[in-house]
Structure formats: C-alpha cells, structure tokens
C-alpha cells in the first residue's frame, strides 16, 4: 500500500521551460512535505519543504504547492536548468501522529536538455 | 566538510556473512535515522534514534538487523547471515528538531551487494 505516489516514473523539459514534479498522497495524518533530489550514486539531498498549515512555500527557483483536500502536491522549478536533471523524490510525515519516519514516493526522473 | 558521512561507500559480500555500517551524522543533530533504497523505489524507513534512545523501528527491520547509537553520536547498522535480498543502498540521514521544524539530511549512502 503506497501511501505516497508520484505517478510519473520521468518528465523531459526543455531548459529555462517550466517543470511541474507531481505527487499525491492517502495518508491524511501527513503533516509535513519535503522534496528531495537525488543524483546517482549520492544520498538525496533535501531541497524544499511546505508544512501543512501552508499552501505554498517558495525558494529562489523552487516552489512547492500544497492541495490537502486533493492530497496533492507538486514542485515548480523554474526557469528548469540542465544541472536539474536528477530524480526527485517527494516524502511525507505525520509528525503530529508522532511519527517521524519519512514515507517516500517512488521518485520522477527529470530530463532538462538544453 | 560537516555533512553526513558514510562508511564504507560500497560493500560486497557473500551471503551468509556478517557486514556493519557505520553513520557519522552532523554534529549537533539529535536524531539519526536508517533507510534502506532499493532499484526503481524510493527510500524505505528502517530505524531511527534521537540521542542514544532507539525510538522506532519498522516491521522491516527482521531480527537479523540491530542498530545502535551507544554514545548519542555515530551509529552503526548491523546484518547477520545477509542473503541476497538485502542488496540495497543503506542511508543514513541525521536531523535536529528546531521550533517544531525539522529536515532530514542524508548521507551519500552504503551500496550492499550480496552474492
């Protein structure tokens, strides 16, 4: 039972174009959201957070939007650059529940050519 | 560099044998945290500590597996008798609670092989 998805395994933009990263989830005890990004071969590096109470967070070319009635979130980047190109995980917590496990989705592969 | 650290980077072993890990997490960072990542999935939460306290642990974590943080500093990850399905990438990754903020950085990970 996946409780976070991110139903598209890879998405190609062209650069300085807008990428749209998507992810839903089932678990309404979420409270708390994150993307990461991971390069092979390297641990997945953090890059943007939204918590619950919000809708939308931003930083520098990053945007997390938040829908909790859809269970729905999704990172914009833009202008999209060819050192984007990596996969991007989204991942949950319910740190209210009192769980501070990380529940990841299984990753989009992001293509910026140039 | 004041990162995660990981060690080793990379383990081949044959199956039945022993391995361990070793997670050096930031230095101020409280909680450390466990996840194994296999081909084609996300991370998958095995265990995590805050100080020296083991506080959760996932169903995947069979009795073959032990983690410990003994000082509140470094910890390690144990497997005895590996068999093949537990080739995966083990990450490591250390956070500290802030005004109710927290974000989990993580290592550049340990690549398991069992033959």
């Known amino acids: 039972d996946q409780q976070v998805k991110q139903n598209s395994p890879s998405l190609s933009v062209q650069e300085g174009r807008i990428s749209i990263l998507n992810c839903d989830y089932t678990n309404s005890m979420f409270d708390y959201f994150l993307w990461y990004k991971k390069y092979p071969a390297e641990g997945p590096t953090f890059l943007i957070s939204?918590?619950?109470?919000?809708d939308k967070n931003e930083d520098g070319r990053f945007t997390v939007f938040l829908n909790k009635s859809a269970k729905h979130l999704s990172l914009h980047i833009v202008p999209s650059q060819p050192g984007d190109s990596a996969v991007y995980f989204c991942a949950a917590s319910a740190r209210k529940g009192g769980s501070e496990k990380l529940v990841f989705g299984k990753g989009t592969k992001l293509t910026v050519n140039p | 560099d004041t990162g995660v650290s990981q060690d080793p980077r990379h383990k081949i072993t044959k199956r039945g044998q022993n391995v361990t890990f070793r997670c050096d997490p930031i230095?101020?960072?409280?909680?450390l945290y466990w996840y194994r990542q296999t081909l084609g999935q996300g991370p998958e939460f095995l265990t995590y500590f805050q100080n020296e306290a083991q506080l959760e642990k996932s169903r995947l974590l069979s009795d073959r597996f032990s983690a410990e943080r003994p000082k509140g500093s470094f910890s390690t990850l144990e497997i005895q008798r590996t068999e093949q399905g537990d080739s995966a990438m083990y990450l490591c990754a250390s956070s500290l609670i802030q005004e109710a903020k927290e974000t989990q950085y993580f290592g550049p990970g340990t690549r398991l092989l069992v033959l």
């Open positions: 230095s101020e960072h409280n909680r």
């Open positions: 939204i918590s619950s109470i919000k």
